[in-house]
Antibody
Framework: QVTLRASGPALVKPTQTLTLTCTFSGFSLTTTGMCVNWIRQPPGKALEWLARIDWDDEKYYITSLKTRLTISKDTSKNQVVLTMTNMDPVDTATYYC??????????????WGQGSLVTVSS | QSALTQPPSVSGSPGQSVTISCTGTSSDVGSYNRVSWYQQPPGTAPKLMIYDVTNRPSGVPDRFSGSKSGNTASLTISGLQAEDEADYYCSSYTTSSTWVFGGGTKLTVL
């Protein structure tokens, strides 16, 4: 059974750095083709893909936020961490982690975590 | 990495069919058959409904179908039911090895 859970602070101040953790089970990030993504959704707005880390430690970022994002993994703990620097109120959103498998079963976000609401306010 | 273009809203009566379009570019939708669709009722995480343009995951009713022509993908829901009321998002893999989402479409079942 595949599960993912995003966790992190509910409130951060402007200019601070946000650290989010995705803890997953039911698959391994050492398996060829496995990836974990971070996706966010401001209140009442659309989904926005942020970053992805692959089984081979390749990392990809949305161009507009590339300088502020860092994604990493700890395969021994089944965790993926996203850090976002210089937080601003416009970064207020629910942050989701989701799995992708680059294999014959199709390329998509097949499992999602429940989301972690982060509010940026002083 | 501009967002894919979806209509903000669509509506239909129970039993009818609706189609939601998703327009991208030759750098995303037009380049790969890697378009997926997600259903998101209020307050919940998105759920995968269609992957690789036309494929349904196990458990998704066959009332949901997908297609693509050029830079535009489409999701069709036939035999509308009240439980289909939700926001729908398309997503595509891109030539930059990243992903992009659409702006979302609110489906109202009248």
């Amino acid at each position: 059974q595949v599960t993912l859970r995003a966790s992190g602070p509910a409130l951060v101040k402007p200019t601070q750095t946000l650290t989010l953790t995705c803890t997953f089970s039911g698959f391994s990030l050492t398996t060829t083709g496995m990836c974990v993504n971070w996706i966010r959704q401001p209140p009442g707005k659309a989904l926005e893909w942020l970053a992805r880390i692959d089984w081979d430690d390749e990392k990809y970022y949305i161009t507009s936020l590339k300088t502020r994002l860092t994604i990493s993994k700890d395969t021994s703990k089944n965790q993926v961490v996203l850090t976002m620097t210089n937080m601003d109120p416009v970064d207020t959103a629910t942050y989701y982690c989701a799995r992708t498998r680059f294999d014959n079963s199709g390329w998509s976000f097949d499992y999602w975590g429940q989301g972690s609401l982060v509010t940026v306010s002083s | 990495q501009s967002a894919l273009t979806q209509p903000p809203s669509v509506s239909g009566s129970p039993g009818q069919s609706v189609t939601i379009s998703c327009t991208g570019t030759s750098s995303d939708v037009g380049s790969y058959n890697r378009v997926s669709w997600y259903q998101q009722p209020p307050g919940t995480a998105p759920k995968l409904m269609i992957y690789d343009v036309t494929n349904r995951p196990s458990g998704v009713p066959d009332r949901f179908s997908g297609s693509k022509s050029g830079n535009t993908a489409s999701l069709t829901i036939s035999g509308l039911q009240a439980e289909d009321e939700a926001d729908y998002y398309c997503s595509s893999y891109t030539t930059s090895s990243t992903w992009v989402f659409g702006g979302g479409t609110k489906l109202t079942v009248l």
